[in-house]
């Protein structure tokens, strides 16, 4: 496998996010689901983003209810089922991983598999992490828009915390 490679290096601006991926070290195919399974049974391999996401059957609840709390869409996908804009973000990089899609369509690599091998499969020190790979990265969550006002479900301040704010585009 070769090395992460951040999409981000040389960036001034800072990335917006409107889209979160967490793509799988897997392919989503019944035949990729068998492969994936093995692997883990035989220690050959497991999927980082997999134990944070899914229990022994299913997505974990806890997981459900983190996705409805961050503000913007996050999707589980596997590596076969990424749009060809996401698969040519991530050619050449690492799976499992979190990559990131902000407002002008760039793609910002967030997370590789030694940051989500590190959360040990536990969705809040996967949120320590992602707060401060964001931060790394320049990044920080898209707003949502009704009307004239930007609500702001989270933004990353200036102490890596997440704050709720209320702005007017006015």
């Known amino acids: 496998m070769m090395a992460d490679v951040p999409v981000w290096e040389g960036r001034n601006e800072l990335h917006v996010l409107r889209e979160l991926f967490v793509v799988y070290d897997a392919d989503g195919t019944v035949a990729g689901e068998l492969v994936y399974l093995f692997r883990k049974w035989f220690g050959r391999g497991h999927c980082g983003a997999c134990d944070i996401t899914h229990g022994p059957k299913r997505e974990k609840p806890e997981w459900t209810s983190w996705k409805e709390t961050l503000g913007l869409p996050v999707k589980n996908i596997h590596r076969d089922e990424m749009d060809i804009d996401l698969y040519n973000a991530t050619k050449g990089l690492s799976f499992p991983c979190v990559v990131g899609r902000d407002i002008a369509d760039e793609h910002v690599y967030v997370m590789g598999p030694e940051d989500l091998n590190w959360c040990e499969g536990d969705i809040d020190k996967f949120e320590m992490k992602l707060k401060q ?14 009307d004239n006002i930007v609500c702001p479900l989270k933004i990353m301040s200036q102490d890596d915390s997440l704050v709720p704010q209320l702005m007017s585009t006015e």
């Open 133 to 146: 790979k964001l931060s790394d990265v320049g990044a920080t969550i898209q707003t949502i828009q009704s």
